[in-house]
Nanobody, 129 residues
Framework: QVQLVESGGGLVQPGGSLRLSCAASGRTFNNFYMGWFRQAPGKEREFVAVIGWRGGGTFYADSVKGRFTISRDSAKNTVYLQMNNLKPENTAVYYC??????????????????????WGQGTQVTVSS
């Protein structure tokens, strides 16, 4: 049974940093894109970042580019999201997810929810003074 478990969320002041982790179990996802999404209260879930096979290739939403960094440890089947210079508008539940199809069959980065198959339960990030 595939399971994704996020951790690392919490309360942080504006300008602070957090590092989210997403540990996958049940199968290996080395040949799949893995992504991060977030959902703020009253808003739709939105794409944040995605990373390719063995860390090759990353893509970010414009709103986080330059402040967030996605990475993965394939040996640990884990993906990370380093978030720096956090802003109150970054407050949301952050979710990790795995692509529906193999990296080798992708011609572009998956950035919509329906392109992802397995999801974690989410971790709350609150940015407030």
């Amino acid at each position: 049974q595939v399971q994704l478990v996020e951790s690392g969320g919490g309360l942080v002041q504006p300008g602070g940093s957090l590092r989210l982790s997403c540990a996958a179990s049940g199968r290996t996802f080395n040949n799949f894109y893995m992504g991060w999404f977030r959902q703020a209260p009253g808003k739709e879930r939105e794409f944040v970042a995605v990373i390719g096979w063995r860390g090759g290739g990353t893509f970010y939403a414009d709103s986080v580019k330059g402040r967030f960094t996605i990475s993965r440890d394939s040996a640990k089947n884990t993906v990370y999201l380093q978030m720096n210079n956090l802003k109150p508008e970054n407050t949301a539940v952050y979710y990790c997810a795995t692509d529906r199809q193999s990296y080798y069959t992708r011609a572009y980065y998956p950035m919509t929810m329906d392109e992802y198959e397995h999801w974690g339960q989410g971790t709350q990030v609150t940015v407030s003074s």
